[in-house]
């Protein structure tokens, strides 16, 4: 997950408490005091087009976060809470499991296809990816 001075920040991919439920929530998590806070929450229900948000990889720029969720790579941008998402084609993301942006903008996506091959997926942009309409 991504690691920033003395914060990492990671997604849950496992039981929340009941007031996280249909949320997507990514926690920060302080090295020098091992404390654990909610970075961001977003209700699912305010992003139409999107349902069972259950992040397992996130990346970080200085502007915005990435996520993997199922056939999804979100957008966020943490401060405005403003979300978009990319559709990932399934038959080439069948289990995405990891997340990297480069240095020249692109993205690479890491699947695990359940059988022991593993996969690197790069595009030049999120351009690259077909945006999905009606999310907010």
Not at 39 to 68: E, K, R
Not at 85 to 104: C, F, N, S, T, V
Request: hydrophobic residues 40%.
């Amino acid at each position: 997950d991504g690691i920033r001075d003395d914060l990492v920040t990671g997604v849950q991919t496992c039981a929340l408490p009941i007031s996280y439920r249909d949320k997507l929530v990514v926690f920060h998590f302080k090295l020098s005091d091992e404390s654990l806070k909610p970075a961001l929450v977003m209700d699912a229900a305010d992003h139409p087009g999107l349902q069972n948000i259950q992040p397992t990889a996130i990346a970080l720029t200085d502007s915005h976060w990435m996520l993997i969720s199922q056939h999804f790579l979100l957008v966020v941008e943490p401060d405005s809470k403003t979300l978009e998402a990319y559709h990932l084609e399934a038959r080439l993301h069948k289990q995405p499991e990891g997340l990297a942006i480069l240095p020249d903008g692109g993205v690479v996506i890491v699947d695990d296809h359940r059988n022991g091959i593993a996969r690197l997926t790069r595009y030049d942009s999120t351009a690259d990816l077909a945006k999905v309409t009606g999310v907010q």
